[in-house]
């Protein structure tokens, strides 16, 4: 397998979420880089040995921390660590990635059972993180649920000044709360996954495909306007959504997304070992595999603005023998 040649995530991005810090996705991490505890400062988490050590390893192109990453099957956008990437960072990270608020207004099959009306509050809140690191650049909010949902994502969206923010989002609040937004919006990502009115409703409960389709209109006039710096799309590839990847591709175009992206289904906690079974379609002992194979073969995944990295090569692979039991996000305070 071929690794990655440098992935600059330890040097540039800092997550929280329930109970720790980390510096990749939670689904990816290695358990031992994980970052607990209570800090006063910042600093002592962004230095924090294990991430020192974690650099140290990068910058010998030592992977032995990323194993689970499927990043290291795609290729990155730049192959070498800039000048001031070392072990001990002297600058703050560039992205504040804020995971530490799940309510949402939708329970999706792929992430969680209930909707969760009101999160847990934060002890460290967007604000916080940039009063003590006014060099971070980008706020990214929120993959644990949705920004326009939680309290504390709308307070730091209707403050004015920077960082900017990238959102993630189910899309269906977003057209009713946009203007009241007054920070600098440079990226909105929504997760959609079907192209479909009856896979849509069944996979993103209880939304409807009429607010969805909705909000890809609302979408498609700001990026004409140019209010948006960059559109996403994506999509949790499953066995209910895998034949619609062409057609997903095609709907985002129309809606000028400038990233289509897919990702494969992964076993977070709730999902049980039968449920897993039945929608993992990488697993080659699934009994449309081959099928899931031939869509993948289609000549629009090679298409401009398509992202099929995560569903693809080496990716494919890993998804496809992980088991149900596998630790994907388990949860530090459960």
Known sequence: MNEIPFCPDPFTFLSKDRGRFSTCCPGWMDESRFIYGNFDNLWDVWNHPSLIEW??????????????CPNRFRKRDREFPLPDEKPIMERPPITYQFL?????????????????????????????????????????????????????CMDFLRQPGTPDVILWTNGILLPRFWQEIKRKVTVVIISI???????????????????IQQTLDFMRVLVACQEVFLFQINMVVQQANFREIPEFIAMGKRHLAHI???????PWPHITKEHWSLVNVANPEHPEHQDFLHVLQDPILHSLGVDAGFINNGSLDFYGHSSAETNFWFDPLK
């Open 55 to 68: 650099r140290e390893a990068l910058l010998q192109k030592d992977y032995r921390w990323c194993q689970r």
């Open 100 to 152: 530490d608020d799940e309510a949402c207004n939708l329970h999706c099959s792929s992430c969680r059972l209930q909707t969760i009306s009101k999160g847990v509050p934060s002890l460290w809140p967007p604000q916080r993180v940039i009063t003590q690191m006014p060099g971070i650049q980008t706020v990214s909010m929120s993959l644990a649920g949705d920004p326009f949902a939680s309290s504390t």
């Open 193 to 211: 996954d079907a192209a479909k009115k009856e896979t849509y409703e069944q996979l993103r409960q209880p939304a409807k495909w009429e607010q």
């Open 260 to 266: 289509i992206q897919f990702c494969l289904i992964a």
